[in-house]
């Protein structure tokens, strides 16, 4: 229901206006919602708005889910190896 | 009051269905059954005609001009024709400045220049301010069908034909997109180019059997075209579609598919499978065709529709876009 | 950041994964909600289904703010849109659906002032422009996209833009989960939560979908594989017998949620009940404009009247949108409601589950 797209802060303009840039593209975005933003941040924006700082790594999650699976799945024959 | 809305000349399933009313009068005429670009008369004359409208007239990569002469240009060299002659005719708003026109003329003549087209008849109106959104230019493009085969169309295209692309899609509508909503994107540009010097490499070639350039309603607009027309399936595959990270950016932001996003300069071509390699080595060489891929197939499968393997590894279904591609936020 | 290659290998072995547990349980049926619409889009653009075993059910809720918005708020803001006096401000997603006697689209076909805007930073830009003309937000969207509407309403207030108003049409979710878990009609496993929402409200408002009605959810992120993820830890915990809320998002997702965007929420906004196109009336899930932002406030400045309106005859949108019949089973799918020719909300979004069946998978 909400498209939101991870933009990097690269320039901050002033307390709730910063330039974003996601991959190529850059766009002026609203920062009232995610306070204390600084360059180099990763943030979602949606509707022109950052949502949230983006932290830790893509795929964290995937890995231990890997991993509970691994306990789960006794039969090592239908568990696909990395 | 049923009214014409934007979705009616955005390409894709509107659009198809006013084209087909407005040709019910002239049934009789015998319209061809295959809607083409341009036509063939006469055996040896080549004709189209298109209108160009575009706002912001002057964009990264082009302007209004340019792109009026590249447009007709390549519904040319679609069906394989060496353009020669164009017909202008510009109309004009009231207050508009006249170096700016100039300059558009500028670069239509310059096009004109280097594939040798000569501007032979033109007409010139001006407006009251408000009546026309600036300038629209309309140009006629007349040129010479190849001599020694059919002229190109969809009525060649048969099952185990390969399906070429000849450059990144959406660079055209993703710039405008961007202009128009407020997007920077300094790397991005339109790819508005005519396609006959790139064409005129191949077209003497075997196996050549369709082309088309993906303008309104991009790649998968004429994909659908081409399975509806000839009722056979198609099958592509998304990890094969060239496409830039700019405009794959703006497509993840604004919500659009770029399969839908018009192009200026990029064609797709239906080659026999035993030339396929070889068409796509000589596009390859060329600056205009140098990101071209092979992207898949027409089958006998699925008749009538476009299907795609994901790059996810699953499977969907390519249909017309319906009306104006709107950003969506949800 | 991973590749596209390794992403892909991880899309065709979580699924290779998902169906092996499914296999050892007896390809047991399984029945999930995607409850977000930039779900059920993304399912079906990557062909995700096509993945997993018929067995496994994927059906599509009511995660897309345009289906869900009532018929009656559809026709007065194509009201507010006929008026003179004003300028409709609106995310391209309402444009083209049809309410009972037009739509925005046609509307602005009519020369009516409908502009399509990206951000509502654009809607106050164009009132400090446009000062004689009362300029309408229509505010439609869950709690990721209320906080902006909130922020804006906030900055409007302070800088004394009084011809910038809204038209509140924004719902919360949980209420609407609630009201699906706890409907005998509709019999679900679990619910795969929309991450993006869940970046504003955290995990706490959906424990009691675990707590009280035993089922097992997963909040995720819209990448092919984070779905896929999503999908295999719910179907993890159904297996388990261990039903909790998991997020498999925490990239984004805050336990608590995002608070700066809660306290704006609640600065502007108070409960309210809300019409939702087929789950009715749901009890404190919509939200209105708390009486000190009243100046703003469209319904009550433009005097919007309740427009008593029902759905088109035949439209079985609502039981889509509640799971019960999937698009393809109602009898107006394909002819006469496509996306040419919208009968129903479902149809016209482009997130909406009859659209994106119809644009990717009509030929099922």
């Given at each position: 229901m909400c498209?939101?797209?991870?933009?990097?802060?690269?320039?901050?303009?002033?307390?709730?206006?910063?330039?974003?840039?996601?991959?190529?593209?850059?766009?002026?975005?609203?920062?009232?919602?995610?306070?204390?933003?600084?360059?180099?941040?990763?943030?979602?924006?949606?509707?022109?708005?950052?949502?949230?700082?983006?932290v830790g790594t893509e795929g964290e999650e995937i890995c231990t889910l890997w991993e509970e699976l691994r306990e789960v799945m006794e039969n090592e024959n239908v568990f696909p190896s990395n | 009051m049923e009214k014409l809305n934007i979705g009616h000349g955005s390409g894709g399933r509107l659009t198809s269905e006013i084209i087909f009313q407005i040709l019910q009068p002239f049934r009789k005429e015998n319209v061809s059954p295959y809607l083409e670009d341009c036509a063939i008369v006469d055996g040896n004359i080549a004709i189209t005609i298109d209108g160009y409208t575009i706002s912001p007239r002057s964009f990264p990569g082009g302007n209004i001009g340019e792109l009026a002469i590249c447009g007709s240009v390549n519904d040319l060299a679609m069906r394989g024709a060496k353009p020669n002659f164009i017909a202008m005719g510009l109309i004009a708003e009231e207050g508009l400045a006249k170096d700016e026109l100039l300059s558009y003329m500028e670069s239509a003549a310059k096009v004109c220049s280097e594939l040798s087209i000569q501007l032979v008849t033109g007409d010139t109106k001006v407006l009251p301010k408000g009546q026309v959104d600036g300038l629209y230019i309309t140009t006629c493009a007349i040129g010479t069908p190849p001599s020694n085969r059919d002229p190109l169309g969809m009525h060649l295209i048969t099952p185990g034909d390969v399906l070429i692309v000849t450059t990144e899609i959406g660079q055209h509508e993703a710039t405008i997109a961007a202009l128009r909503y407020g997007l920077s994107v300094p790397s991005l540009q339109s790819d508005c180019a005519p396609l006959w010097p790139l064409v005129e490499q191949i077209i003497e070639m075997d196996g050549i059997k369709c082309m088309r350039d993906c303008t309104r309603g991009g790649l998968g607009t004429v994909l659908c075209e081409w399975a509806e027309s000839t009722s056979l399936g198609?099958?592509?595959?998304?990890?094969?579609?060239?496409?830039?990270?700019?405009?794959?950016?703006?497509?993840?932001?604004?919500?659009?598919?770029?399969?839908?996003?018009?192009?200026?300069?990029?064609?797709?071509?239906?080659?026999?499978?035993?030339?396929?390699?070889?068409?796509?080595?000589?596009l390859k060489a060329h600056k205009l065709g140098e990101k071209a891929q092979i992207i898949g197939k027409v089958t006998e499968e699925h008749k009538g529709y476009v299907g795609m393997n994901t790059k996810a590894g699953g499977r969907r279904l390519i249909d017309m876009p319906v009306g104006e591609m709107l950003p969506r936020i949800c | 950041m991973s590749s596209p290659q390794t992403e892909e290998k991880m899309v065709l072995k979580l699924s290779q994964a998902l169906n092996a547990l499914l296999s050892k349980e007896g390809n047991k049926s399984i029945t999930i909600m995607e409850v977000c619409g930039t779900h059920t889009v993304s399912i079906f653009r990557h062909g995700i289904k096509s993945l997993l075993h018929q067995s496994f059910k994927l059906i599509s809720g009511p995660g897309c703010p345009v289906c869900v918005?009532?018929?009656?708020?559809?026709?007065?803001?194509?009201?507010?849109?006929?008026?003179?006096?004003s300028i409709v401000t609106t995310y391209g997603d309402m444009l083209k659906v049809p309410g009972s006697w037009s739509s925005l689209q046609e509307c602005r076909a009519g020369g009516k002032s409908v502009k399509v805007i990206t951000s509502v930073a654009q809607a106050l830009d164009i009132a400090r422009e446009n000062q004689d003309k009362k300029v309408v937000f229509l505010g439609v969207g869950f709690e990721t996209t209320?906080?902006?509407?909130?922020?804006?309403?906030?900055e409007a207030k302070k800088e004394k833009l009084d011809n910038f108003l809204v038209f509140c049409m924004h719902k919360t979710v949980p209420p609407a989960l609630e009201a699906l878990a706890s409907s005998e009609e509709v019999s679900l496993d679990g619910f795969l939560l929309p991450g993006h929402v869940s970046v504003i409200i955290g995990l706490e408002p959906y424990r009691f979908i675990p707590e009280k009605y035993g089922k097992a959810c997963a909040i995720a992120g819209f990448e092919p594989f984070e779905i896929m993820a999503g999908l295999l830890e719910i179907t993890k915990q159904i297996i388990k017998k261990?039903?909790?809320?998991?997020?498999m998002y925490p990239r984004a997702v805050r336990p608590e949620g995002n608070l700066t965007a809660q306290n704006l929420l609640n600065q502007v906004f108070e409960p309210c009940n809300a019409h939702w196109r087929g789950l009715g009336e749901i009890p404190l899930s919509g939200y209105r404009l708390k009486p000190e932002f009243e100046v703003h406030d469209a319904s009550v400045r433009l005097e919007i009247k309740e427009y008593a309106s029902s759905p088109p005859p035949g439209c079985r949108c609502g039981d889509v949108l509640k799971g019960l019949i999937s698009p393809i089973e109602c009898p107006l799918f394909g002819n006469p409601c496509n996306?040419?020719?919208?009968?129903?909300?479902?149809?016209?979004?482009?997130?909406?589950?009859?659209a994106a069946q119809y644009k990717y998978d009509r030929r099922r």
């Amino acid at each position: 229901m909400c498209l939101a797209v991870p933009h990097k802060i690269i320039k901050m303009l002033d307390k709730n206006r910063a330039i974003a840039s996601a991959g190529p593209v850059e766009v002026e975005i609203r920062t009232d919602i995610v306070p204390d933003l600084a360059i180099g941040d990763m943030v979602l924006v949606h509707a022109g708005f950052a949502i949230e700082k983006l932290v830790g790594t893509e795929g964290e999650e995937i890995c231990t889910l890997w991993e509970e699976l691994r306990e789960v799945m006794e039969n090592e024959n239908v568990f696909p190896s990395n | 009051m049923e009214k014409l809305n934007i979705g009616h000349g955005s390409g894709g399933r509107l659009t198809s269905e006013i084209i087909f009313q407005i040709l019910q009068p002239f049934r009789k005429e015998n319209v061809s059954p295959y809607l083409e670009d341009c036509a063939i008369v006469d055996g040896n004359i080549a004709i189209t005609i298109d209108g160009y409208t575009i706002s912001p007239r002057s964009f990264p990569g082009g302007n209004i001009g340019e792109l009026a002469i590249c447009g007709s240009v390549n519904d040319l060299a679609m069906r394989g024709a060496k353009p020669n002659f164009i017909a202008m005719g510009l109309i004009a708003e009231e207050g508009l400045a006249k170096d700016e026109l100039l300059s558009y003329m500028e670069s239509a003549a310059k096009v004109c220049s280097e594939l040798s087209i000569q501007l032979v008849t033109g007409d010139t109106k001006v407006l009251p301010k408000g009546q026309v959104d600036g300038l629209y230019i309309t140009t006629c493009a007349i040129g010479t069908p190849p001599s020694n085969r059919d002229p190109l169309g969809m009525h060649l295209i048969t099952p185990g034909d390969v399906l070429i692309v000849t450059t990144e899609i959406g660079q055209h509508e993703a710039t405008i997109a961007a202009l128009r909503y407020g997007l920077s994107v300094p790397s991005l540009q339109s790819d508005c180019a005519p396609l006959w010097p790139l064409v005129e490499q191949i077209i003497e070639m075997d196996g050549i059997k369709c082309m088309r350039d993906c303008t309104r309603g991009g790649l998968g607009t004429v994909l659908c075209e081409w399975a509806e027309s000839t009722s056979l399936g198609i099958e592509i595959e998304e990890s094969k579609i060239p496409i830039s990270n700019e405009v794959s950016s703006l497509c993840d932001i604004l919500g659009f598919d770029p399969l839908y996003l018009a192009c200026e300069g990029c064609a797709i071509i239906a080659v026999a499978p035993e030339t396929s390699e070889k068409v796509l080595s000589v596009l390859k060489a060329h600056k205009l065709g140098e990101k071209a891929q092979i992207i898949g197939k027409v089958t006998e499968e699925h008749k009538g529709y476009v299907g795609m393997n994901t790059k996810a590894g699953g499977r969907r279904l390519i249909d017309m876009p319906v009306g104006e591609m709107l950003p969506r936020i949800c | 950041m991973s590749s596209p290659q390794t992403e892909e290998k991880m899309v065709l072995k979580l699924s290779q994964a998902l169906n092996a547990l499914l296999s050892k349980e007896g390809n047991k049926s399984i029945t999930i909600m995607e409850v977000c619409g930039t779900h059920t889009v993304s399912i079906f653009r990557h062909g995700i289904k096509s993945l997993l075993h018929q067995s496994f059910k994927l059906i599509s809720g009511p995660g897309c703010p345009v289906c869900v918005t009532d018929q009656s708020e559809i026709d007065a803001a194509i009201s507010i849109a006929e008026r003179e006096d004003s300028i409709v401000t609106t995310y391209g997603d309402m444009l083209k659906v049809p309410g009972s006697w037009s739509s925005l689209q046609e509307c602005r076909a009519g020369g009516k002032s409908v502009k399509v805007i990206t951000s509502v930073a654009q809607a106050l830009d164009i009132a400090r422009e446009n000062q004689d003309k009362k300029v309408v937000f229509l505010g439609v969207g869950f709690e990721t996209t209320a906080p902006a509407t909130a922020a804006a309403l906030i900055e409007a207030k302070k800088e004394k833009l009084d011809n910038f108003l809204v038209f509140c049409m924004h719902k919360t979710v949980p209420p609407a989960l609630e009201a699906l878990a706890s409907s005998e009609e509709v019999s679900l496993d679990g619910f795969l939560l929309p991450g993006h929402v869940s970046v504003i409200i955290g995990l706490e408002p959906y424990r009691f979908i675990p707590e009280k009605y035993g089922k097992a959810c997963a909040i995720a992120g819209f990448e092919p594989f984070e779905i896929m993820a999503g999908l295999l830890e719910i179907t993890k915990q159904i297996i388990k017998k261990e039903p909790t809320v998991k997020s498999m998002y925490p990239r984004a997702v805050r336990p608590e949620g995002n608070l700066t965007a809660q306290n704006l929420l609640n600065q502007v906004f108070e409960p309210c009940n809300a019409h939702w196109r087929g789950l009715g009336e749901i009890p404190l899930s919509g939200y209105r404009l708390k009486p000190e932002f009243e100046v703003h406030d469209a319904s009550v400045r433009l005097e919007i009247k309740e427009y008593a309106s029902s759905p088109p005859p035949g439209c079985r949108c609502g039981d889509v949108l509640k799971g019960l019949i999937s698009p393809i089973e109602c009898p107006l799918f394909g002819n006469p409601c496509n996306p040419m020719h919208p009968v129903g909300p479902c149809m016209v979004s482009s997130e909406g589950s009859c659209a994106a069946q119809y644009k990717y998978d009509r030929r099922r």
